[in-house]
């Protein structure tokens, strides 16, 4: 479970403006019981301006109420929510300019063992283009002579299991 943004001033407003114990708002902020009393008791070094977690979407009022009902209940902090989350986009990848020339080694060498891997499942595993593995393919890339198969793992462009993934994914449609 993750902290709230700001913890001790999220626990400063739960502790002013609802009716929880110290408990449920301690395991919800991930601070120990004595912190929250003694941010109750303003015996702090410095006064904490509170942070309103419904206004920042990190909970609801309903889940608020939900546990002031129930002293035994424990508040549950909401996913956080990102344009890839609300579209379900993945996130692209980010090729550093020093790898960027070992790409078509990659290409080549997935062309070299799993040749019937289509181009669509190579461009998300190594981040590239289909115009950049048509290239590698029909030896029409501009550095073709020097290109050279290499791991695509070794290389960074995408972990094991991905890789296994994609080559277990399609190596069970070919049997």
């Known amino acids: 479970m993750t902290a709230p943004l700001m913890p001790k001033a999220t626990a400063v407003w739960l502790i002013e403006n609802t009716a929880l114990s110290f408990e449920q708002i301690s395991s919800f902020c991930h ?32 889940e608020i109420h939900r546990c002031e009902k129930d002293p035994k209940a424990r508040l549950s902090i909401r996913p956080a929510i ?48 289909k115009p950049m593995i048509r290239a590698v393919k029909t030896k029409t890339h501009w550095n073709s002579t020097q290109i050279k198969p290499r791991h695509p793992v070794q290389l960074g462009f995408c972990t094991q299991v991905e890789l296994d993934a994609v080559v277990g994914a399609y190596s069970s449609k070919q049997e």
């Open 31 to 62: 601070l120990h019981i004595l912190e929250i009393q003694a941010l109750a008791d303003n015996e702090g070094s410095i006064r904490i301006v509170g942070f309103d977690p419904i206004a920042s979407s990190q909970l609801d009022l309903e």
């Open 82 to 129: 990102s344009a890839d989350s609300v579209l379900g986009k993945k996130k692209t990848r980010y090729t550093p300019v020093s790898k960027r020339q070992d790409r078509p080694d990659a290409i080549a060498w997935m062309i070299k063992f799993y040749p019937d891997i289509p181009e669509l499942a190579l461009t998300r595993l190594l981040g590239t283009t």
